[in-house]
């Protein structure tokens, strides 16, 4: 973990997401769910992948279980480090990501995986302690539905543009993307706002609260 991403790692979502706001700037993706209670917080640059809607894809095809084509060429590109971000335009009626490929990025050591879109496999993945963000849950295989898009092109979910050299944060509350270029504003924005909040808890737990605008 770099100094950047060890700094964006002590605000939770909801901070970062209230000095994303305060920037004027998109950055939560909307309907993500963690997949395993207690998951914890990930930070990483965004690996933005694209796959998209084609029926039966020659291309795509491979008998049987395990990664369909479209889904090998993400793993054999992730790196340490990653947030590997997958655009299936929220499809609900087929998965892309599993098992075999949480235990791949997990031993590559990817920080996690957010699926617009659903994945399967649930009961492997909560098992080997993988990081999967998703809308939902859907046992089936995504290769006769989709073909390969791109990989770090950037791509767009729910009005959010995310890049290469954003970053990623997702806990339990749900999902941001940070742009870079806008990284140290946000982070210092998100301290001012965590010193805020502290401050306020305090005169919560204390019932001492006037008025919310004496910070």
Known sequence: MNATSARLAEFATSELSDALDELGIAGVLPGLSAQRVGQGRIVGRAMPVKLLPKSKDPAAYRFGGGVGKPLEQVLQTMQTGDVVVMDLQGANYASAWGGLASRLAQRRGV???????TCRDIDEIRQVGYPVWAVGVCPRRSRNEF???SINETITISGVSISREDWIVADESGVVCVPDAQVEKVIELATRIAEQEGELLQMVMSNN???WDEL
């Open 111 to 117: 920080a996690g995986t957010i699926m617009w879109g």
């Open 209 to 211: 609260v006037t008025s």
């Open 147 to 149: 073909t390969f898009g």
